[in-house]
């Protein structure tokens, strides 16, 4: 059944799950969720131009323009997976708890310096995205970068399995998704799962060395991992400076400047190098890309605005993200302040971390700290200096009257918190 799929997909123009954005050509997946039936949206697929439409439901099969199988999500993962196998080339696997999207970014542009690179866009990281993305790669690609995202165990050994990767990075591991992961060594459990797979298939892995919990899984179980990190590994590098932007110097003596701010993105730089490094970039050039990288999606992002330099992270939280955004911020020279969200996601462990944030932005003596959301009020148990604001539509209208006037202001919260909505109060 997947070899005759297949053959429809190699004379398509692609595949598409989402009628909105069909185009002429492709094949489109119907894939049901909790509330709906995607089976009833494939006529509607086959009229805006895909050439076949993949259901599991036999009552909507009309003509041979349907393509009946048992499961659509299922189908759509072999079909992934059928496609890799005729994909002679490195697959490069990533996860971690923070850091992913941002080193994927990275590494495919220093790859690119050298080869044709089709890595995952955006954060298409999960059961869907990234068959996707393997179904995206075209002949002439010559390396792959897949990032895997995770919210429990299980979810990473599964990707795994749809990507076959040959090569895989953790960038580390800290307190994300604890809620569904069922604590930190759940998370160290799920995320290890990409290097479960690699040593099973003698694929190579990269190693934090800087990183205690990465360090000593690898040298445990990994036969020969590829460290970087510290001088004497295969790659290093020295952080210059980080305020606010990374400037850097490697292990053969070449500096860089870049665009990115925080110091906790200098582990993000220093493993697209390592990796660009064992793949044969040339140096200047890697550097070049990295200097060139410039941040989007609300990710650790520099912006200058009525004479205030906003560091707007507001992608996504937990406390090991907001602990290191936070330190970083602290070693900033000027007046410093903070609006802080929600972090999802933390289970029974929820309370505690958010009045452990508070209690750090009272240590770190940031100038202005302001708590958002419902989870933060905790927050402001941890610093009873610290302003509060159900929701973001109060703290609107407070910072229209009240205008943020620090030399320099973090914005940090959850993805569902949409915090980079307040930069127009400012």
Do not use: W
């Not at 205030?308 to 937990?318: F, G, H, Q, R, V």
């Not at 290191?324 to 020279?333: F, H, M, Q, T």
């Not at 302040?337 to 452990?356: R, T, W, Y």
């Amino acid at each position: 059944m997947i070899e005759k799929l297949y053959q429809h997909f190699l004379k398509s123009t692609g595949v598409s799950t989402d009628t909105r954005t069909v185009q002429k050509g492709q094949v489109f997946f119907a894939l049901n969720g909790p509330n709906f039936n995607a089976n009833k949206f494939a006529e509607k697929a086959l009229d805006e131009g895909a050439v076949i439409a993949v259901v599991d439901d036999a009552s909507y099969v009309k003509n041979d323009n349907y393509f009946l199988v048992n499961d659509g999500l299922e189908a759509l993962q072999q079909l992934a997976n059928f496609h890799r196998k005729h994909l002679n080339i490195p697959f490069i696997g990533i996860t971690g708890s923070n850091g992913k999207t941002t080193t994927k970014e990275l590494m495919r542009d220093v790859l690119a310096q050298k080869y044709e690179v089709v890595a995952t866009v955006g954060n298409l990281n999960n059961h869907i995205g990234v068959p996707l993305t393997l179904l995206s790669i075209k002949e002439n690609t010559e390396i792959a970068i897949i990032e895997m995202g995770a919210n429990h165990i299980g979810e990473i050994e599964t990707l795994c399995k749809i990507a076959e990767p040959t090569h895989g990075l953790i960038t580390n591991i800290g307190e994300a998704h604890l809620e569904g992961f069922g604590g930190i060594e759940g998370v160290i459990r799920g995320k290890s799962e990409l290097y479960n797979f690699l040593i099973q298939s003698g694929g190579v892995v990269f190693v934090n060395s800087q990183n205690e919990i990465l360090a000593n899984m690898a040298k445990r179980r990994v036969k020969a991992p590829i460290f970087y990190g510290t001088d004497g590994d295969f790659f290093a590098a020295t952080l210059l400076t980080s305020t606010p932007l990374i400037e850097y110097k490697t292990d053969r003596n070449l500096k860089a400047s870049t665009q990115l701010s925080g110091g906790y993105n200098f582990e993000n730089i220093s493993a697209a190098l390592c990796v660009g490094r064992f793949f044969e970039v040339e140096e200047n050039s890697a550097n070049e890309a990295v200097a060139d990288y410039i941040s989007e999606n609300n990710r650790s992002q520099l912006i200058e605005q009525g004479g205030i330099k906003i560091i707007l992270d507001a992608y996504n939280a937990n406390p090991s993200s907001m602990q290191v955004a936070l330190e970083s911020l602290g070693k900033l020279d000027g007046s410093k302040a903070v609006i802080l969200g929600d972090m999802f996601e933390l289970g029974a462990s929820s309370k505690g971390a958010h009045v452990n944030l508070g209690k750090l932005t009272a240590a770190l003596q940031i100038d202005k700290v302001i708590f958002c959301g419902e989870l933060s009020r905790s927050g402001k148990q941890g610093n009873p200096n610290a302003l509060y604001f159900m929701t973001k539509t109060e703290l609107a209208t407070f910072l229209v009257l009240n205008p943020i006037m620090e030399d320099y202001l973090l914005i940090k919260g959850s993805r569902g918190m949409g915090l980079e909505s307040l930069l127009k109060c400012l």
